[in-house]
Antibody, heavy 120, light 107 residues
Framework: QVQLQESGPGLVKPSQTLSLTCTVS??????????WSWIRQPAGKGLEWIGR???????TYNASLKSRVTISIETSKNQFSLKLSSVTAEDTAVYFC????????????WGQGTLVTVSS | DIQLTQSPSFLSASVGDRVTITCRAS??????LTWYQQKPGKAPKLLIY???TLQSGVPSRFSGSGSGTEFTLTINSLQPEDFATYYC?????????FGQGTRLEIK
């Protein structure tokens, strides 16, 4: 059974860079035709897709965040990461990592989510 | 961006009821529509993909239908564990977008 686990600081200061890592266990991040995504959810609100990466390194970002987002993958560690620069209070949210299967963004496995608060 | 509008936003029902949630897309997305269930403090759970295919392990009381711009999620004979928030998601075009959610509560 594939499992995903987010990790990273829970508090980030305004204007700084938010950095999170998702560790995949129970299977190789390299096996199969999967895309690995980041999705966030402000408290009491809906879901916002941030972007995705394929094991080939190919990335697709939400245009609304594209200028501030970098998603990378480290297959040797079975991890992929998110960096979001120049954060503001509006970036405060629970951040989820998820697997999109069969070459599509059908998210069949999710991490439990990690709350990141942007505050000084 | 493709906008997804769910209705209703809030639904009150009883155990044993049949409920239907609608998701309307701002443009045609064929059947590139997925449904998720989310409980408080938890990650979303995949229920249905390609509009009508039930994810493995999901009870058969859940069903989905639709194509183009209008889709429905139906839950037959509601069980206590079904009270949650439901989201639709389109994967037809980037950026991937979600509906605003439908909160299903016990009457």
């Amino acid at each position: 059974q594939v499992q995903l686990q987010e990790s990273g600081p829970g508090l980030v200061k305004p204007s700084q860079t938010l950095s999170l890592t998702c560790t995949v266990s129970g299977g190789s991040i390299n096996s199969g035709n999967y895309f690995w995504s980041w999705i966030r959810q402000p408290a009491g609100k809906g879901l916002e897709w941030i972007g995705r990466i394929h094991t080939s390194g190919s990335t697709t970002y939400n245009a609304s965040l594209k200028s501030r987002v970098t998603i990378s993958i480290e297959t040797s560690k079975n991890q992929f990461s998110l960096k979001l620069s120049s954060v503001t209070a509006e970036d405060t949210a629970v951040y989820f990592c998820a697997r999109g299967r069969d070459g599509y963004s059908i998210f069949d496995f999710w991490g439990q989510g990690t709350l990141v608060t942007v505050s000084s | 961006d493709i906008q997804l509008t769910q209705s209703p936003s809030f639904l009150s029902a009883s155990v044993g009821d049949r409920v239907t949630i609608t998701c309307r897309a701002s443009q045609g997305i064929t059947t590139y529509l997925t449904w998720y269930q989310q409980k408080p403090g938890k990650a979303p759970k995949l229920l249905i993909y390609t509009a009508s295919t039930l994810q493995s392990g999901v009870p058969s009381r859940f069903s989905g239908s639709g194509s183009g711009t209008e889709f429905t999620l139906t839950i037959n004979s509601l069980q206590p564990e079904d009270f949650a928030t439901y989201y639709c998601q389109q994967l037809h075009s980037y950026p991937i977008t979600f509906g605003q959610g439908t909160r299903l509560e016990i009457k």
